[in-house]
């Protein structure tokens, strides 16, 4: 992958998908799943997204939810796709940053690492609309996560001298697509989920990667 095809001595067979066990694992289930929903009547497949997505004003706001929804949400909503555009995006995304995320802090520790940036992202994004009932699915808050992750982890490898241009060039691209962008369906990108993953990732990689601040 583009990201860390130097930092690991590659094998004379490379195989035909290069990427460690983790992110390939989550990029299949998020494919499958999606595909899955497809087989699934329209009333179903909404139900099912309603449920399991995160809608910031059943935390903060006062409109109706379940007790298992509200503790599922925030970790189910990361597997969930408006679209295949959506899906596909992410999926590509994941393996970009992914696989030297997780060659650098194992499998464990990457997993941790993903669900948390994932929820941080999914925190951001419903404090900053407590009222809003759209629902709020995907995994780009913890993909925004792992980009931050890696930025810092090429940085203590010396690629950059610095994140700053990096980081405020990143979160005003997240604003622009937040004020004038949408998916593939329409639906509004969820920037502050991205900014919040992304914001994460910088603080999370150091302690699960062991460096000194």
């Not at 035909?16 to 499958?32: D, E, Q, S």
Request: charged share 15%; proline share 7%.
């Amino acid at each position: 992958m583009p990201f860390d095809q130097r930092d690991y001595p590659s094998s004379r067979k490379e195989p035909a998908i290069n990427l460690p066990p983790l992110t390939l694992g989550l990029i299949v289930v998020l494919l499958v799943l999606h595909l899955l929903r497809q087989t699934l009547p329209v009333e179903e497949d909404n139900a099912l997204i309603l449920y399991f997505s995160v809608i910031p004003a059943r935390y903060f706001g006062d409109a109706p939810a379940d007790s298992v929804s509200l503790m599922l949400a925030p970790v189910a909503h990361m597997f969930l796709h408006a679209d295949w555009m959506h899906v596909a995006i992410n999926a590509a995304t994941l393996a970009a940053f992914g696989a030297p995320v997780e060659r650098l802090l194992g499998t464990g520790r990457y997993l941790l690492f993903y669900l948390v940036t994932g929820m941080a992202g999914a925190l951001l994004h419903a404090v900053i609309y407590p009222d809003s009932i759209d629902p709020m699915l995907g995994a780009s808050g913890a993909i925004s996560g792992l980009f931050g992750g890696l930025l810092l982890f090429m940085r203590e490898r010396g690629r950059m001298t610095t994140l700053l241009p990096f980081a405020i060039l990143w979160v005003v691209l997240q604003l622009g697509l937040g004020l004038f962008g949408t998916t593939g369906s329409g639906d509004r990108i969820a920037w502050a989920g991205h900014v919040g993953g992304f914001i994460a990732g910088l603080f999370l990689i150091r302690p699960l990667a062991g460096w000194r601040w």
